[in-house]
């Protein structure tokens, strides 16, 4: 049996900071835990379809045992219901069953749910408090911690959101069990950008353990999620709001995020950033600012996560380079690069951990990766 295993995420400014609770067998636990820390007359526990017949109602149903008022609100799994449309339905849905400022929400679920019901916990009679339960490896790992919620609008991912940080993140590391393998992936491709802005030594670890993650095995699972967790977590705290520190999340990102636009966003997030991060260390090669080897080392784990190394087909490299030009994190049009110094630490000093590099260089290493 693990041990349980608590990260604190401390909040800017005049926002609470919250405990990450990681441990086998958890959920079970969360009737008790969930009205300790987020008091309220009922709780709305959200999930997509079908988290909800895995877990969701399993909460639900262990709330009212304890004597608490709950309820289940469902949506479609998937990207597309991160949206204001599903946002609209769930609030209304809230209203109509007799929800008030007494409330507070549950979101359990994927990357999808917690920003959905953070953005509905955010909103709801000016914000009520939130647990996050997060049972894929990439709300695990990432979007649970840091407080960032929001959904999905015409213009672009995630441009309608807010800063609301739960109340309590529960993480069991055995719910990855019904995760699908390609999902698992997802995931750890964070899991290892989070090795190689800071920290070798998870960084080599990662070689033996993503084989173990992608196979559900349950300890592996459990020791990445909390190293990645510890590592988010500390980066999150030392900058809440995203001026300074946490642009070194964005490595990998700049290239991975236009890999994505240029997809049409058919290729999933993780699968771009672990290409992402392999290209813009061979970047940071060539431009002598990255460790040589990095790029290899990297390139060894994305195989073991079974994902790509080449751009996906049909992609031209130009047009990539393109849509790094409208990155939201560029100034001014003016794509910036966290690049590594080797493996496990980011270059860069003071607060500039993104720089400006020649187009031409991206574009040799986009064209090296072309088909
Ligand atoms: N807020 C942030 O800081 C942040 C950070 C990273 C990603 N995100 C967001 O997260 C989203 C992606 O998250 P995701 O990949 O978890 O997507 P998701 O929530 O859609 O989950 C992926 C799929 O796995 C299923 N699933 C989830 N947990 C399961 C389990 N334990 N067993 C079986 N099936 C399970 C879901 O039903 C879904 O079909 C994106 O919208 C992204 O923008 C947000
Ligand atoms: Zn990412």
Sequence with gaps: MLLEETIHV?????????????????????????????????????????????????????????????HLFTFPPGEASKSRGQWQALTDAMLEAGFGRDSAVVAVGGGVTGDLAGFVAATFMRGIPLVMVPTSLVAMIDSSVGGKVGVDVPHGKNLVGAFHPPRL???????????????????????????????????????DDIPCVMNGEVRATARVVVRSIEIKADIVSKDERESGLRQVLNFGHTLGHALEAASGYTVPHGSCVALGMVLEARLGERLGVTEPGTADLLARLVRLLELSLSLPPGLDPEEVLAFTRSDKKGRAGRPRYVLLAAPGRVAGKGEEWAREVPEETVLEVLREAAF
Excluded: F
């Design 169 to 207: 993140v529960v993480v069991d590391p055995e719910v990855a069990v019904t995760l699908p393998r390609a999902e698992r992936a997802q995931g750890l491709a964070e899991a290892v950008k989070h090795g190689a802005i800071l920290d070798p030594v998870y960084l080599a670890d990662l070689e």
């Design 10 to 70: 401390h909040a800017g400014g005049r926002a609470r900071g919250y405990p990450i609770r990681v441990r086998s067998g958890i959920r079970r636990a969360l009737p008790q835990m969930i009205p300790a820390h987020a008091r309220a007359h009922r709780y709305a526990v959200i999930a997509d379809e079908a988290v909800a017949e895995l877990y969701g109602r399993e909460v639900a149903d262990g709330l009212r045992r304890e004597g608490k008022e709950a």
